[in-house]
């Protein structure tokens, strides 16, 4: 594990453990940068952008982009290791979701950006002679990237892609718990042939460390952010001062409506896979379900006996985040029912060390309850009846987060009145986690600030410049 900076590796630093998610054992240890490290990085970073990397073309960024996926699928299999290893996630899920995803973050910025157009208009003049304005797009400079630990490899290349697309210079930071991933992508850059600084990576921990470091840097021109909604607001603060443009996603406390008329089954195997995917730790996972009072009692059997069946599920990241779900299954537990799971699974071996939670289903507690409230982000769902289409919509509604929400239904016109009404970035009908990755992701409220994908990161990692000339 080590840290890239100005197209150099570096293994310096104060090192901190790594933890192997599936048993609770030391799997490995990572340097944590210093802040005159961080201060190389951007340093590096700056320097690049008045070197080569200005003059590429987007032909040229967009091959580029193109050998960096070429070289994650040549070590393929290292990154889905890397990826389990640091998560402890199945196998199945990382070969067939983090690492393909990767691949396609970089090849669909090549493709956008070879068939980018820039605009221009022909403007009237009094003197009829007029003028030509046409628009520029320019890279921000130096932009910082922190990536949370629940999908690694998958949210840091989300925003590494498109910046680099744009042609800025990054300085990324993966989380501490989970930099294997991270570390590949540095060695793939370095066989890239990427101008040296173009890309750096620094590990370390985020307040009081590397990442408030890097946010606080007045030579860092943008940040992108996915993670907690509450480090958002922390790194809005360390920008202010300079009025840097942010890109947040920040977290979820998302709603499925389940409506009598929809295709029950599906309606189950779909909330099976929105709730426990990832064992919850999915930002778009399904916490809060909302089901018509008819089927309700249909539904939540189904469900609860769909929980106990699942079986290949992966542990919570860490120990302090499988006590923090302990802990809101514990207040459940006393407050409402807990339907399915609700324990810690057992299984005789070492897995007993890890950091493993039940599937969990829970109803009977209060729409203000923390477990209903609050983003727990791991295996649990509650949840609760409704009686009329407005207050399903209320329910959905409700709360600080608008990150996603799904409708269950077979009525078409009920699904085009009540997805357009959900207050969040992401609304699914009959499906859940369906990305065509040109459209925008992101949340509204306390779920982020902005929308990536395809055109929109692109636009935010650009600024647009008017050039007028009179004709
Ligand atoms: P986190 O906010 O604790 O950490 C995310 C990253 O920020 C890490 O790299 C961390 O080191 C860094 N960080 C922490 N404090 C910082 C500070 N003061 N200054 C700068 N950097 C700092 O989040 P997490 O626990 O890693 O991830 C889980 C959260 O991420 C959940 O809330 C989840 O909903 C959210 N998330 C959102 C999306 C989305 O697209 N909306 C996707 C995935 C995860």
């Known amino acids: 594990m080590r840290h890239y900076v100005g197209g150099g590796f570096d293994g310096s630093g104060v090192p901190f453990p790594l933890v ?12 944590a940068a210093s802040r005159e ?49 640091d998560t402890g996630k199945p196998r199945e899920l990382a070969s067939t979701v983090d690492i393909p995803r990767a691949v396609a973050n970089f090849r669909s910025y090549a493709d956008l950006l070879v068939g980018r157009a820039e605009r221009s208009w022909n403007t009237p003049t009094p003197d009829g002679r007029g003028a030509l304005n046409y628009t520029v797009h320019k890279p921000l400079g130096v932009v910082a990237v922190i990536s949370p630990w629940n999908l690694p490899l998958l949210l840091l290349t989300w925003k590494v892609a498109p910046a680099l697309a744009t042609g800025n210079t990054v300085v990324a930071k993966p989380s501490e718990l989970t930099p294997g991933t991270a570390c590949l992508l540095a060695e793939v850059m370095a066989g890239a042939e990427l ?19 890097l946010t606080e840097h007045p030579g860092v021109d943008a940040v992108a952010f996915t993670g907690e909604s509450r ?50 730790q999915v930002c778009l996972c399904t916490e809060r379900v909302y089901v018509e009072r008819p089927v309700f009692d249909a539904f939540a059997e189904a469900l609860a006996a769909g929980a106990r069946e699942l079986t290949g599920y992966g542990p919570m990241v860490s120990a302090a985040h499988r006590d923090k779900v302990l802990g809101y299954l514990g207040k459940a537990a006393a407050d409402g029912r807990i339907l399915a799971g609700g324990g810690v699974p057992r299984f005789g071996d070492d897995r007993d ?4 939670v039940e599937p969990t289903v829970l109803t009977g507690l209060p729409e203000d309850h923390p ?27 409700a709360g600080p987060y608008g990150l996603a929400a799904t409708v269950w239904t077979g009525d078409v016109s009920r699904a085009h009145r009540v997805a357009p ?25 306390a779920s982020g600030i902005g929308r990536e994908g395809g055109d ?16």
């Open 37 to 85: 490290l961080v201060d190389r990085a951007v340093d590096a970073a700056r320097a690049a952008l008045s070197g080569p990397w200005a003059s590429w073309s987007p032909a040229e960024r967009a091959r580029l982009l193109h050998r960096i996926a070429d070289g994650i699928e040549a070590r393929f299999e290292e990154f889905v290791d890397a990826e389990c290893a």
């Open 195 to 213: 101008p040296p600084g173009v890309f750096n990576l620094v590990h370390g921990g985020g307040g009081d460390a590397a990442g408030q470091w």
């Open 353 to 356: 060390g890890g950091f493993w």
């Open 231 to 280: 480090t958002g607001s922390t790194i809005m603060r360390a920008v202010a001062g300079r009025l840097a443009p942010v890109s947040f996603e920040l977290g979820g406390k998302n709603a499925g409506l389940v409506f009598a008329d929809a295709d029950l089954e599906r309606a189950v195997e779909g909330t099976l896979r929105s709730a426990f995917t990832h064992s919850g």
């Open 421 to 445: 009404a959900l207050d969040v970035g992401i609304a699914w009908v009959n499906t859940w986690n369906l990305r065509d990755l040109r459209t925008p992701f992101g949340g509204v409220k």
């Open 371 to 397: 477990a209903v409230r609050e983003e727990i982000f791991g295996p649990v769902v509650h949840l609760a009846p409704f009686d009329t289409e407005e207050e399903a919509l209320a329910l959905a509604n």
């Open 456 to 471: 929109h990161s692109l636009d935010f990692f650009s600024e647009p410049m008017n050039v007028c000339v009179k004709l």
């Open 20 to 31: 192997d998610p599936v048993r609770g054992t030391t799997a490995g240890e990572a340097p």
